[in-house]
């Protein structure tokens, strides 16, 4: 009697938690659509990721109109001057910079343009291209449409991207770089070794704005600051156009520059330039050192690209230690002026 007793208790007990079980399972159900809808009436989407750019970019009077050759399309295309600026600073400088950065560039992107405005040059459009000013690659400035910049950031980061690009050429608009009244040679690259190069030991000519600065800020912040690239014996030997041979090569550095980069280097006995070097062998740079091993050299390079002009992960590390647009250009040209480019038209 005690035993059924007993069992007759639990059989009670099982049957009232699945009761409660099954009465809170329902109120849930009941519950979870009243939650989703309060949810998602307090939920604003714009504030936490826009799907439409809420920037647009500042009407000017006599809009300029810049011809650009769009290359993968063979074909020539009218744009409005800040949008072409927007363009390039999309193609030319990581969107995740810091805004006085790219406002940096945008000024330095509008300026390379205004000189070209102002002479009239066409160098380096190809046949065919007649009427373009520029093309839409690094023989000019890279430039990247809209449709390129959807297809690229996608749907959820499109509206994000084109804003911030947006805010820096409204807020640079019609601003470029002068020297003695002209627009400047607004050269730039990604990368120094810690300071930038004169012109002419890259180049031929000595241009007085693109002297030598330090750029501290490159080995601080820039990801790949460091680069090793390596070559078999007979493929380094090939590709510097020297007689093949499975010995190591032998290596003198004839003259370098106070910015630490190699000006020429003699390779088994012929001399070549520190650029032609870089060039041949797809270096990242002319502050180059090399060491063989197991057959192959190796080559360690600091800083990316030719070193003339404005840093880009430079002037992304001045911005982020607190320098300005202005901050920026003046640091990297030295001797400009900021000014309007309606004022350097009207005396071209």
Known sequence: MRSNHRRSRETKRRLFVLAAGVASFMVVIFLIPSILVNRIEAWEPAKLLP???KEQLVAQE?????PVYLTERKETVSVPLEAYVRGVLAAEMPVEFELEALKAQAIAARTYLARRL???ETSGVPLGAEGALVTDTVAHQAYATEEELRERWGFFQYARNIDKLTRAVNDTEGIVMTYEGEPIEATFFSTSNGYTENSELYWQAAIPYLRSVASPWDERYAPNYERETSFEFKEFYAKMGLKASNRA???VVEAISDSGRILSVRIAGTSFKGRDVREKLGLASTDFS????SGRIVFRTEGYGHGV???QWGANG????GGTAEDIL?????GVRLEPLRNVLAKA
């Open 249 to 251: 090569p032998d290596i």
């Open 51 to 53: 799907l439409q750019p």
């Open 290 to 293: 090399w060491s063989t091993e």
């Open 330 to 334: 003046l640091h990297y040209y030295s």
């Open 62 to 66: 006599a809009q300029i109109m810049v």
């Open 118 to 120: 102002a002479s009239g």
């Open 318 to 321: 001045m911005a982020k230690e």
């Open 309 to 311: 002009g404005m840093s």
